[in-house]
């Protein structure tokens, strides 16, 4: 089963779905970097309100793979081949 993380950035801050803050950049470009380096592919924009005009809100997702699955795709890949040569 796929499982997805979820962040959204909101001026210069990653945040959790939950609320709880994941980083703080200097700057909304250092974040949008972070994000892409890490994985994060951009799912959905929350425009500002209108009555409270602010920031627009960026929702972000990536696959979440469990370690054990990391392990059994590393032991999967096919590994270079070496001949072995004989005296002759």
Known sequence: MVRWEHRYLLGTMV?????????DFDEEYDAWSWLEQEGWGLVAIEPPDPVKPGACKYYFKRQNVPPSSTARMVSTQSLPAYQQRGRG
């Open 15 to 23: 945040f959790t779905i939950a609320g709880d803050v994941v980083r």
